[in-house]
């Protein structure tokens, strides 16, 4: 295989796209398409000030390596979970992040999760699951909690994702198989900013995992490896294997059924008149909810410690 740009040896073969490129060329046209993804479903511009959420792995490194590269104004947000299991999860991606930020003198805010709110991940899940369940749903609740209250508080005006292809065509599949039409409405490249919560982009969302996967080791970004281990076994991951088996099949499948989605949407497929929900701030944090008291945060909180009625308002 030779590279499309200039006949030396390819280093990344991409049949889905009919593209090979050299190294030199593949870390050049990266930053190019993810520029012209943020264009064309108009995430941002140089004027904004983007927080970008970063785990510690492959994606979210790679995007703000992407974005700092094309000089925009992006700042990372680290969430330490407090997981362990064994391998030290959370304390060596916390490690890398903040490697990654001195090494290019970004800023980076750091989140504790257990100063925050008195207990880790795993801990709250075994409190409000009882260890029936894995920590994940509480996990992303407060996940989503914390990248808006920050987003907000310290007047960010987009928080940006490193979701890929292959986890929106996963979650896409989901909600396909449950005809999630409310899910479905809101999928896309950009949840815009609605009564309080901060618009989201995912400017990662029509490479293939593995196309990240070859930018960060080309680019010689240290991430870490191990995905969380509470998601072995997970649905997603089962739907990204069986997705994977269609790829092979048919090169190119996941990518067409992201796009073909999305142009559905925009032909109005989803639109219906549909009631959404509305929002008003919870009576605790202040943060969007369409519970009628607390957001489900603050009523996770609640189990611990139980507020006191005159500490709010
Ligand atoms: P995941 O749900 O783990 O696939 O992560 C999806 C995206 O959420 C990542 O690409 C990051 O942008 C963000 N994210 C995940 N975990 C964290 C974390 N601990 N701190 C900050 N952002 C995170
Ligand atoms: Fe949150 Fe796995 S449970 S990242
Ligand atoms: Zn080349
Ligand atoms: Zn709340």
């Known amino acids: 295989m030779k590279c499309k740009k200039c006949g030396q040896k390819a280093a ?50 790679s995007l703000w390596d992407i974005l700092w590269r094309l000089g925009y104004r992006a700042d990372g947000l680290y969430i ?43 801990e709250w899940a075994a409190l409000t699951l009882r260890g029936r369940e894995k920590p994940c749903a509480v996990c992303g609740l407060v996940k989503r909690h914390e990248m808006n209250r920050i987003a907000r508080d310290l007047g960010y005006d987009v928080l940006a994702t490193g979701h890929n292809l292959d986890d929106e065509v996963a979650v896409l599949f989901g909600n396909t198989l449950n005809w999630a039409v409310g899910y479905l409405l809101r999928q896309g490249p950009v949840l815009e900013e609605r009564d309080g919560l901060a618009r989201k982009v995912k400017p990662l969302c029509r490479f293939y995992e593995r196309e990240m996967t070859a930018y960060a080791l080309l680019r010689g970004i240290e991430y870490i490896y191990e995905e969380c281990p509470f998601s072995v076994g ?36 989803f639109a219906r008149p549909q009631e959404e929900g509305e929002l008003h701030p919870c009576r605790r944090c202040g943060q969007p909810t369409s519970a009628p008291d607390l957001c489900a945060y603050c009523r996770m909180l609640e189990k611990a410690h139980p507020i006191p009625a005159e500490q709010v308002e």
Not at 97 to 120: I, S
Not at 251 to 262: D, E, H, Q, V
Request: charged share 30%; with cysteine; proline share 3%.
């Open 12 to 61: 990344v073969n991409m049949p889905q796209h009919r593209l090979a490129l050299c190294k030199e060329h593949y870390l050049e046209w990266i930053p190019e398409q993810t520029e012209r993804f943020i264009r064309k479903y108009r995430m941002f511009t140089y004027a904004d000030r983007v927080l970008v959420a970063v785990s510690g792995g492959k994606d979210s490194l």
């Open 80 to 122: 330490a979970l407090g997981i362990d299991e064994g391998i030290g999860y959370s304390a060596e991606s916390q490690r890398l992040t903040e490697q990654f930020a001195a090494e290019r003198g970004l800023r980076l805010h750091v989140v504790d999760v257990r100063a925050e709110t008195g207990k880790t991940i795993p």
């Open 234 to 269: 997970s649905t997603s991951i089962q739907y990204k294997e069986w997705l994977n088996q269609l790829e092979n099949e048919r090169p190119g499948t996941k990518l067409s059924f992201y796009l073909s989605f999305l142009e559905a949407k925009e032909k109005g497929l």
